[in-house]
């Protein structure tokens, strides 16, 4: 399966700041997905990314807040914005392949002060 | 959208016993569901999976079943160990093929004790 990494790892935010996390993929993927997870909880779909246009989001999350780029098929960014103790979470990029099942990175855990 | 339900929250075995996990989903247009293991701070890592079409699948000590008209479906740990101590998320998926989104169940906390 493709290799996925996700930076960073983990970070300390101050209240009102904003925060990217990056995904990068090995191999070309035609999906990619951005989760939260939130403490002692289950995963819950922020938004597909869509490679060359708008990101699709789920009910509950909206751009201004989670705004996504995917400039091509082995990268995606979720920026966490004007951030505040309810948004501290583990965030978690997955990819799937056509055909082939959805893989997850190692996730970066969020904690805001 | 599709809703999936997951019991138990959390269940304790002793190690050799078998586990089971159920779980139901509400979208009959669900056609694809895949299992995951999470151990404590580590990413959710793919176990099994199940597709429509099929009623159950086996991989050496782990097998799900599927009950389309129900809509649940079941993961089975055999011969428990230490090491499957873990939380299990179950998942469906409403597109075809497996590169869709996925919606989670609500997790199962595994303690498999000597």
């Known amino acids: 399966s493709a290799v996925i990494s996700q930076k960073p790892s983990r970070d300390i935010c101050q209240r009102g700041t904003s925060l990217t996390i990056q995904c990068q993929v090995d191999?070309?993927?035609?999906?990619m997905f951005w989760y939260r997870q939130q403490p002692g909880q289950s995963l819950t779909l922020i938004a597909t990314?869509?490679?060359?246009?708008?990101?699709?989001?789920e009910s509950g999350f909206v751009i201004d807040k989670f705004p996504i780029s995917r400039p091509n098929l082995t990268f995606s960014t979720l920026t966490v914005s004007n951030m505040s103790p309810e948004d501290s979470s583990i965030y978690l990029c997955?990819?799937?392949?056509?055909?082939?099942?959805?893989?997850f990175g190692d996730g970066t855990r969020l904690s805001i002060l | 959208g599709e809703n999936v339900e997951q019991h138990p929250s959390t269940l304790s075995v002793q190690e050799g016993d078998s586990a089971v996990i159920k779980c139901t989903y509400s979208d009959s247009a669900s056609n694809y569901f895949p299992w995951y293991k999470q151990e404590l701070g580590k990413r959710p890592q793919l176990i099994i999976d199940i597709r429509s079409n099929v009623g159950e699948k086996k991989d050496q000590r782990i097998a799900v079943t599927l009950n389309k008209t129900a809509k649940h479906f079941s993961l089975h740990i055999t011969e428990t160990q230490p090491e499957d101590s873990a939380v299990y998320f179950c998942a469906a998926s409403t597109n075809t093929g497996t590169a869709s989104k996925l919606t989670f169940g609500t997790g199962t906390r595994l303690q498999v004790t000597l």
């Open positions: 990314a869509n490679q060359g246009s708008e990101a699709t989001y």
């Open positions: 997955s990819v799937g392949a056509r055909g082939q099942p959805q893989h």
């Open positions: 191999s070309q993927v035609t999906m």
